[in-house]
């Protein structure tokens, strides 16, 4: 049994913010980005040690796009979507 991927609040937030402001000049750009983001997170249940780990112990990160880091940890109940940062940002 594969393990349910939950976003939380504060990933959820990040991916409006960041695809509201990519929209607001290009909304194609911020289509594709979107695709990419949610095909990733799709593929995690599949294969939730494939991408490299964290920063932080615990956590990590698939590069979604070139600029944008999707942080994730693996519990034993579910696969966490903690943020979403870009590859600028400071690491949380």
Do not use: F
């Given at each position: 049994?594969?393990?349910?991927?939950?976003?939380?609040?504060?990933?959820?937030?990040?991916?409006?913010?960041?695809l509201d402001y990519i929209g607001a000049s290009n909304k194609?750009?911020?289509?594709?980005?979107?695709?990419?983001?949610?095909?990733?997170?799709?593929?995690?249940?599949?294969?939730?040690?494939?991408?490299?780990?964290?920063?932080?112990?615990?956590?990590?990160?698939?590069?979604?796009?070139?600029?944008?880091?999707?942080?994730?940890?693996?519990?034993?109940?579910?696969?966490?979507?903690?943020?979403?940062?870009?590859?600028?940002?400071?690491?949380?």
């Amino acid at each position: 049994m594969s393990l349910p991927v939950v976003w939380d609040d504060e990933a959820q937030a990040a991916l409006l913010e960041i695809l509201d402001y990519i929209g607001a000049s290009n909304k194609p750009a911020a289509i594709r980005l979107h695709a990419a983001i949610m095909h990733a997170a799709e593929r995690l249940p599949d294969y939730p040690e494939l991408h490299r780990p964290g920063r932080i112990a615990g956590t990590r990160e698939a590069v979604v796009h070139p600029n944008y880091l999707l942080i994730y940890r693996v519990t034993p109940h579910a696969i966490e979507i903690l943020t979403l940062i870009h590859a600028r940002q400071p690491y949380p």
